[in-house]
């Protein structure tokens, strides 16, 4: 919808007359332009139409007034009492809250006029009703502003908007800085009745309402403020972050994914506005959470997930009394199922990089122990993470190439036990003519 254009003429009006002008004395007037499919040049809104005089000037010297009011111009009345002065028309003590056609050599100009004494606005007070709800507040306003109406040519009702002004502060949510911020809602209202329902605010706030730009614009506006609005409404972001493991050999699955390869530790952090007073993270096999498996109650969590199978995790959040309550989208975290291969060859130290340190191949290993051995027992490593490898040293030196073994035992994921035993080949070594333990062949 476009915009209404006002303009002001304050006091009587002495400039020299223009062909086609419409003229006020005695008031002072807002000028408003309305949508032109109103088939209404301006809007009149005068201060007061008692004691007030209207005249139009002509260009040709022969003028005809017409009135008419929610029936449209086809249902004019002509107007009596009209003052002929030269080219000038003049009309006392007119008639306001309805429309004129003056038709000039033919050619018709519509006005609506408005008499604002019959529609001031008061403000008193604003109180606030004693049922509120989560999602709006209800402000109770002592005052007056009721709605302006006027009628187009065809006679379809429209209504002046008064643009009452009502401020109070909110909050909103800032991605980019991950924070609810505290930010003043406006609105502006083209009537205002003894309710008024607004979006209920997230933060302990003050409502004021100010206007009506009629009489802001004559210097009379008024402005009041409510007592403190204590906020019922809740709301809450939340993020959940996967600690990433910087392991070659451990197999990957969607990284856009929560979960895959366990151990997967999670961080889960939700971001509350001011009214929640009570916050909960919730784990369930069921994604309609029937059955809660966990529950923490702080903002951040961090927790690791072992088992195969799909979590969904939710935070939920409450004002004080528990009336207000908003829940996160869940997430999904998906632990698969536990997978363990097993080299049988790698070649230390002979090319950086490439193949020179022994590693198993990994996914969703709970728990994990390798022992290797030369071929006379001795041991030469023992390591339990699976992520880390054999280089091919003993004692500090590179062994001597052969066939040398592993033993491994592993818990999946998913339950299940590996024990596994076998062989691996050293093809190449730089340290070939060094025994792989001292005094042992």
């Not at 519509?110 to 007070?125: A, Q, R, T």
């Not at 209920?200 to 706030?205: D, E």
């Not at 096999?285 to 961090?302: C, G, L, Q, R, Y």
């Not at 193949?355 to 339990?384: A, P, Q």
Request: glycine fraction near 8%.
């Amino acid at each position: 919808m476009k915009k209404l254009i006002i303009s002001a003429i304050t006091g009587v009006v002495a400039l020299t007359a223009m062909a086609n002008e419409v003229r006020f004395e005695g008031c002072r007037v807002i000028t408003v332009k309305p949508e032109a499919s109103t088939g209404l040049e301006n809007i009149y809104v005068v201060d007061t139409a008692a004691g007030a005089t209207i005249s139009y000037v002509s260009d040709s010297g022969n003028v005809e007034w017409l009135r008419f009011r929610e029936s449209g111009g086809g249902f004019a009345d002509e107007v009596s009492g009209i003052v002929e002065s030269g080219n000038t028309s003049s009309l006392g003590n007119f008639e306001a809250d309805c429309g004129y056609i003056i038709t000039d050599g033919g050619r018709q100009h519509c006005y609506w006029i408005v008499d604002y004494s019959k529609h001031e606005f008061s403000l008193n007070g604003i109180s606030f009703a004693d049922e509120q709800d989560c999602g709006t507040a209800t402000l109770l306003i002592d005052g007056s502003g009721a709605a302006i109406q006027y009628y187009t040519i065809n006679g379809v009702p429209k209504q002046l908007s008064r643009q009452i002004a009502v401020t109070y502060d909110s909050q909103e949510w800032n991605e980019a800085d991950l924070e609810y911020q505290t930010v003043e809602q406006s609105k502006t209202l083209d009537a205002i009745g003894a309710r008024l329902v607004v979006a209920a605010p997230l933060t302990n706030t003050t409502f004021t309402i100010s206007g009506d730009r009629f009489s802001t614009e004559w210097g009379r506006g008024v402005s009041v403020t409510s007592d403190t609005y204590t906020a019922l409404a809740v709301d809450a972001n939340t993020t959940a972050t996967q600690t990433e493991r910087d392991s070659d050999n451990e197999q990957r699955t969607d990284s856009e994914s929560l979960g895959g390869s366990a151990p997967a530790e999670i961080t889960f952090k939700a971001y509350c506005s001011d009214a929640v007073e009570y916050r909960e993270w919730q784990f369930s096999a069921d994604p309609e959470f029937n059955e809660v498996s966990v529950s923490m109650k702080d903002d951040e969590i961090t927790y690791t997930f072992t088992e195969q199978g799909t979590t969904y995790v939710r935070f939920l959040a409450a004002n004080a009394d528990g009336t207000c309550t908003t829940e996160s989208e869940p997430y999904q975290v998906t632990i698969g199922e536990s997978a363990l291969e097993c080299p049988n060859a790698f070649s230390p130290d002979a090319s950086e990089g490439i193949n020179d340190v022994w590693k198993v191949s990994y996914k969703s290993l709970t728990s994990f122990k390798c022992w290797i051995f030369d071929r006379y027992g001795v041991e030469m490593c023992h390591f339990e993470d699976p992520s880390q490898g054999w280089d091919g040293k003993y004692k500090g030196k590179y062994v001597k190439s052969g066939v040398y073994f592993y033993v491994i035992e592993a818990t999946g994921s998913d339950g299940k036990k590996y024990k596994k035993k076998g062989d691996i080949n050293i093809l190449k070594s730089k340290n070939n003519n060094t025994t792989s333990n001292e005094g042992t062949e």
